[in-house]
């Protein structure tokens, strides 16, 4: 049995790349775990701008006749554009690529899925604009 937050992982990075709003700007570029640092240039290996998964939880909530876990993923934009407005279109589509209700997991069953709040930060280096964006959902197990 897959771990429903395992899939819906899956299922969310899958959707990003393939969505039509997102291709111009990060072209495929979301990652679990991001390409190594090239610190000859202090540059990601990842290109700019990227998405990545960031931290998450799974928590049982069971009921009678259901196993069932409450999710929480954060997704995270990272730009070296000026200010905040490349982080925010990037944000703004990765909210529209998530709350179509057609998001269906392989073996689990997706309850609800909902984007709860975008955080946008000024990461300590001065250059990268940072967009921390809250997800929270339900999952049933068969």
């Known amino acids: 049995m897959a771990s429903p937050s395992l899939e819906l992982q899956g299922v969310?990075?899958?959707r990003l790349k393939a969505w039509a709003g997102l291709s111009a700007s990060v072209n495929g570029r979301v990652y679990d775990s991001v390409p190594k640092e090239d610190l000859r240039i202090a540059q990601t290996g990842a290109g700019w701008p990227y998405?990545?998964?960031g931290e998450g939880d799974e928590t049982s909530d069971d009921?009678?006749?259901?196993?069932?876990?409450e999710i929480s993923l954060d997704i995270d934009v990272w730009s070296r554009a000026v200010g905040f407005p490349?982080?925010?279109r990037i944000s703004d589509e990765i909210r529209k690529a998530l709350k179509s209700p057609d998001l269906t997991l392989p073996t689990n069953a997706l309850v609800?899925?909902?984007h709860r709040?975008?955080?946008f930060l000024r990461d300590p280096d001065?250059?990268?604009s940072h967009a921390?964006?809250?997800f929270e959902g339900f999952a049933e197990q068969p």
């Open 12 to 14: 969310i990075v899958a």
């Open 51 to 53: 998405i990545s998964v």
């Open 63 to 69: 009921a009678d006749c259901i196993d069932g876990f």
């Open 86 to 88: 490349e982080a925010k």
């Open 112 to 114: 609800d899925f909902r």
């Open 117 to 119: 709040q975008t955080r």
């Open 126 to 128: 001065g250059l990268t």
């Open 132 to 134: 921390v964006m809250t």
